[in-house]
Structures are given as C-alpha cells and as structure tokens.
Nanobody, 125 residues
C-alpha cells in the first residue's frame, strides 16, 4: 500500500482559494490512481475527483466540477487539489487516496485502498 501525507489545510475566507497536496511513498506512485475525498461533520465521506496514473484522464463528482481541479506531478510523487471560490459548505476534512484501478465509476471510499490521515479545511465568511 501507498503511504500518503496531505499538506496542512487551514482557514480560508469564503471566495478564496487553497491548494492541497498529497505526497505518496511506498509503492509505484506513477502506476496509481489518485483521488481526493472530503468529510464534513456528521456526513459521509464524499468523492471529489480522481486522476489516472498517466495524468491524462480525470473524473469529478458533478457537484465538484468547475471549482476543484486535480493534478499530479509524478516526478514529485505528489497529487494536488486546487480549490477555488471556496464556500463555507466546503468546510471538511480532506483526504487523498490511492488505488491501482482507474474507472470513473469508482467513487466510493471502499474503491480506494490507501488513505492519508486527512487535513482540515475551514472556510469562513
């Protein structure tokens, strides 16, 4: 399994932007599908986006399209989540995840075998 470590999140004002990163080690990062999820208090973990090992294919939850962008840098074994026009409802713990399979139907937490520890993002007015 991969070991994944997310960057520190933080407090952001509504309308602002934040980029999260996730550094991977322990397996061949370049052959892994990488994903981002989030979990707000009292809610289930929610899929945001995933990117194929080649970096040429991505898929997003419909509700995340437009404001969130996933990317990766295989030379740095790092995946990124750029978040723009943040809203208070984006407040959550954000997790990166990894798995060997790439399929746009794989959006459940159980579809990913490796997880980071999560990082808190808080968006305030």
């Amino acid at each position: 399994q991969a070991q994944l470590v997310e960057s520190r999140g933080g407090l952001v004002q509504a309308g602002g932007s934040l980029r999260l990163s996730c550094a991977a080690s322990g397996r061949t990062f370049s052959s892994s599908t990488m994903g981002w999820f989030r979990q707000a208090p009292g809610k289930e973990r929610e899929f945001i986006a995933a990117i194929k090992w080649s970096g040429r294919s991505t898929y997003y939850a419909d509700s995340m399209k437009g404001r969130f962008t996933i990317s990766r840098d295989d030379a740095r074994n790092t995946v990124y989540l750029q978040m723009n026009s943040l809203k208070p409802e984006d407040t959550a713990v954000y997790y990166c995840a990894a798995d060997s399979w790439y399929d746009s139907s794989r959006t459940k937490p159980s579809d990913f075998g490796s997880w980071g520890q999560g990082t808190q993002v808080t968006v305030s007015w």
